[in-house]
């Protein structure tokens, strides 16, 4: 069994900051053998990747949020981090993290190489 819940998702204003977490666990998986990433999706958007960080703790982040958003993951709590800086309205979506399946896998940017989703957290950036 998987679970993947987030949460830290709000209300902010443009340059403010937010930080969102993903408490991420699988009967029989150890969450340090587990790819772990973030995607958004915005109302009449497809879902996009942000970030994703690996068992070995490799990273990609999407071009647009470079610079301001920092994935991380806490292994002895089981869960990832999205720290996001200078937020931008643009940057308004509801807010996936996403498990890969298959331990010991690379980051990835797709969606459809992610197995397990949570519920999504909302983070609404006012201007």
């Known amino acids: 069994q998987v679970q993947v819940v987030e949460s830290g998702g709000g209300l902010v204003q443009a340059g403010g900051s937010l930080r969102l977490s993903c408490a991420a666990s699988a009967s029989g998986r150890t969450f340090s053998e587990s790819t772990m990433g973030w995607f958004r999706q915005a109302p009449g958007k497809e879902r996009e990747f942000v970030a994703g960080?690996?068992?070995?703790?490799?990273?990609l982040y999407e071009d647009s949020v470079k610079g301001r958003f920092t994935i991380s993951r806490d292994n002895a709590k089981s869960t990832v981090y999205l720290q996001m800086n200078s937020l931008k309205p643009e940057d308004t979506a509801v807010y996936y993290c996403?498990?890969?399946?298959?331990?010991?896998?690379?980051?990835?940017?797709?969606?459809?190489?992610?197995?397990?989703w949570g519920q999504g957290t909302q983070v609404t950036v006012s201007s």
């Open positions: 960080i690996s068992w070995s703790f490799s990273i």
């Open positions: 996403a498990m890969r399946m298959r331990p010991f896998m690379a980051a990835s940017t797709e969606r459809g190489d992610y197995n397990y």
